[in-house]
């Protein structure tokens, strides 16, 4: 056995005695989803219950075995009959390098909008940071795979985590990049994680014809940050240059862009909302919507291709800037054709920012009644 992995298991055994948690199973070592570490999660649960951040296995883009972080709340007080429902948090863009992942920020519950109310009716959530994010390697940024089976993968470590209480059952919820991924993962669960029990996918503006997406957010200083960040994990992920998109003269501030983190609320604002400097100047040489192998990766990483066997929730501001509202019905018609159910969302005046803090009650409300049984409603055929 190697040194790293004796001080990783001496790392997991040291963290279970003082958390109080029970041994974790030699047997499930090599399983997705396997508890690798535990930690306190700083800024703790916002209702007094447990909250840890924790490492975990799932699976990389050519089958390998790969870590990857995140956060699980626990809410306080012993598991109903059959176990804690389990919703699965998918966040949005908060960067492309490792130092970027939520679960290491000072207040990750407060980026999580309505978590109080899911933990007070008894839901456990579980919060992938995704590969890349907190753990070492690239972070494969809207590459629907990578992000789908780290949402699934963490519905796997909240029910191996000792003590946990957590079902088999559960919900998808994201917003942005987790709305992408969160439709990623519905089309993975039955293939992937045929164990588990998904009820329902629910996205807040969420990222879904890329190309579409890219080329209406070209202007816009957000669109180009964004840009930047996809450029970045891109070209280290499949080793294409990227100096065959972005102008000589913008290449320094690109890299520092790229690297940026978005770390609270206000950061979501001033990139919606604030001039950048790439905003300044001539960002891209050549538009990578149209250019091999950007375009390509774009398409294979659209969602839709696969059918939703749970019922879905859509949520869309019409004032968002980042996310165009007619791309996300769009997206919610593709859904309907293919026989998923569908319940639209349409928020006036509601910007890309706040699109999950302005769903969330509904969503939350959807989603007790996909734990409930109750049947789905859908906006397909009206």
Not at 80 to 108: F, Q, W
Not at 152 to 168: F, M, T
Not at 308 to 320: C, E, I, K, M, S
Not at 346 to 359: C, D, I, L, Q, W
Request: hydrophobic letters at 40%; a positive charge.
């Amino acid at each position: 056995m190697s040194a790293r992995n004796l001080c990783q298991r001496f790392a997991v055994a040291t963290a279970v005695v003082l958390l109080g948690l029970l041994p974790i199973p030699e047997a499930h070592a090599k399983k997705p989803g396997a508890i690798l570490n535990v930690w306190p999660l700083v800024g703790g649960s916002p209702d007094g219950g447990r909250a840890f951040r924790i490492l975990y296995q799932s699976t990389g883009l050519k089958g390998e075995p790969i870590e990857v972080s995140g956060a699980i709340y626990i809410p306080p007080g012993p598991p109903p009959p059959g176990g804690r429902s389990v919703i699965a948090y998918a966040h949005p863009t908060s960067g492309v390098v490792e130092k970027c992942a939520p679960s290491l920020m000072p207040d990750n519950a407060g980026l999580i909008w309505g978590i109080k109310s899911m933990l007070a009716k008894g839901h456990i959530v579980v919060a992938t940071d995704y590969p890349g994010l907190g753990t070492p390697g690239v972070h494969p940024y809207l590459i629907g795979v990578s992000e789908g089976r780290a949402v699934l993968d963490s519905v796997r470590a909240a029910i191996a985590l000792p003590r946990s209480g957590a079902s088999d059952r559960f919900v998808v919820w994201g917003h942005s990049q987790g709305g992408h991924a969160a439709l990623f993962a519905g089309e993975l669960a039955k293939s992937y994680a045929p164990e588990l029990k998904l009820l329902g996918v629910a996205a807040a503006a969420p990222a879904t014809y890329l190309i579409e997406l890219f080329d209406a957010d070209k202007s816009t200083a957000a669109g180009k940050e964004l840009t930047a960040m996809a450029i970045y994990s891109w070209s280290k992920l499949y080793g294409a240059p990227a100096s065959s998109l972005v102008a000589a003269n913008a290449m320094t501030v690109y890299r520092t862009m790229a690297r940026d983190c978005i770390e609270s609320v206000a950061d979501f604002v001033a990139l919606e909302q604030a001039e950048r400097p790439l905003e300044t100047r001539r960002f891209l040489k050549a538009n990578p919507t149209k250019t091999q192998p950007w375009e390509g990766i774009m398409k294979r990483n659209t969602p839709g291709k696969r059918r939703q066997t749970a019922p879905v929730f859509l949520a869309q501001g019409t004032a968002d800037t980042i996310v165009r509202p007619e791309i996300t019905k769009q997206f919610g018609n593709h859904l309907c054709k293919q026989g998923a159910r569908v319940m639209f969302v349409e928020m006036p005046g509601v910007s890309h920012t706040f699109a999950a803090k302005e769903s969330v009650s509904t969503a939350l409300k959807w989603m007790d009644d996909r734990f409930r049984g109750v049947p789905a409603p859908s906006v397909c055929g009206r």
